[in-house]
C-alpha cells in the first residue's frame, strides 16, 4: 500500500468528528509531501528539534501538533507556529506557554497530557494534578485548555486498553461539565489503537505507522 491509500483508507473510515493527525516524527519531508499533496495538513511530531527542521520547508497552511514531551527551554522556538500542544504535563510548561504566547501577541492551544498507561516511562498528569492545573487556568489568559491527551498500554490486552480510554473519556466528560466550549477534545488512539480509542469517543487520533509505514 501507498501512504496515499493507507491515508484514504484510515480517513475514509473515521466518524466525521475525528480528526487524524498524520505523524510525521522520522519521516524524510518527501514522504510528509504525499500526505499534504492529498490535502492533509494536520501533522504531529513529538520532537522540538525535528519539527523546527520540517517547519520551514513545508507549506504555511500546515497545522502542526506537538505531540512529545516539550522541555520548557524550547517552548518559546514552537509558540510562534505551533496548532496544538498535546503534550502539557506540568504546570510549570503550562506557566512557560502562556509567558512565550503573551510575547508572541498569541493565544496558544492545549491539551492537558494525562498519564493513563501501566507503563511507568510515559509522562503525564494524574486526574488530581489535572484538576488543579484548569482550576488555576484564569491566571493563564494566553493559553486555552482545548481538551484532554493520553496513551494506553502498549499491550495487546484489549481489555486493559479499552479501560484506560474508558477511564480518560469518563474524566474528560466530568470536566467538560465545568469547561466552556473550547474544551472539545479527546486525543486518544494510536495505529495500534485508534479504533477502540474511537469506539471509546475519542476526537482526535495521532497515526504514524498505519500511514507510513514501520519506522526503522
Ligand atoms: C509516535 C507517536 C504516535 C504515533 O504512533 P504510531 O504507532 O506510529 O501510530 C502517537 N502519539 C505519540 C505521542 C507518538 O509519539
Not at 481538551?147 to 469518563?170: H, I
Not at 465545568?178 to 495521532?206: C, H, P, Q, V, W
Request: proline letters at 2%.
Amino acid at each position: 500500500m501507498s501512504i496515499k491509500n493507507n491515508l484514504h483508507k484510515i480517513k475514509s473510515s473515521l466518524p466525521g468528528k475525528v480528526t487524524l493527525i498524520a505523524v510525521t516524527k522520522t519521516r524524510a519531508v518527501d514522504e510528509i509531501k504525499e500526505v499534504i499533496a492529498e490535502g492533509h495538513f494536520d501533522l504531529g511530531e513529538n520532537k522540538v528539534q525535528e519539527l523546527l527542521a520540517k517547519h520551514p520547508l513545508l507549506p504555511t497552511e500546515v497545522k502542526w501538533h506537538m505531540i512529545g514531551h516539550l522541555q520548557t527551554n524550547k517552548v518559546k522556538q514552537i509558540v510562534p507556529f505551533i496548532h496544538l500542544i498535546h503534550s502539557v504535563d506540568s504546570l510549570k510548561l503550562l506557566k512557560e506557554i502562556n509567558k512565550e504566547a503573551g510575547k508572541a501577541g498569541r493565544i496558544v492551544n492545549c491539551l492537558l497530557q494525562i498519564h493513563i498507561a501501566k507503563e511507568e516511562t510515559k509522562f503525564g498528569l494524574d486526574f488530581k494534578e489535572a484538576e488543579e492545573i484548569i482550576d488555576s487556568i484564569t491566571n493563564f489568559p494566553n493559553v486555552k485548555i482545548c481538551g484532554l491527551m493520553g496513551m494506553a498500554t502498549n499491550s495487546d490486552n484489549e481489555q486493559l486498553v479499552r479501560n484506560e480510554f474508558k477511564s480518560l473519556k469518563a474524566f474528560f466528560k466530568g470536566l467538560k461539565e465545568k469547561m466552556n466550549s473550547d474544551f472539545n477534545i479527546l486525543s486518544m488512539g494510536m495505529s495500534g489503537d485508534y479504533e477502540m480509542a474511537i469506539e471509546e469517543e475519542s476526537t482526535m487520533i495521532r497515526v504514524g505507522t498505519a500511514i507510513f509505514g514501520e519506522r526503522s
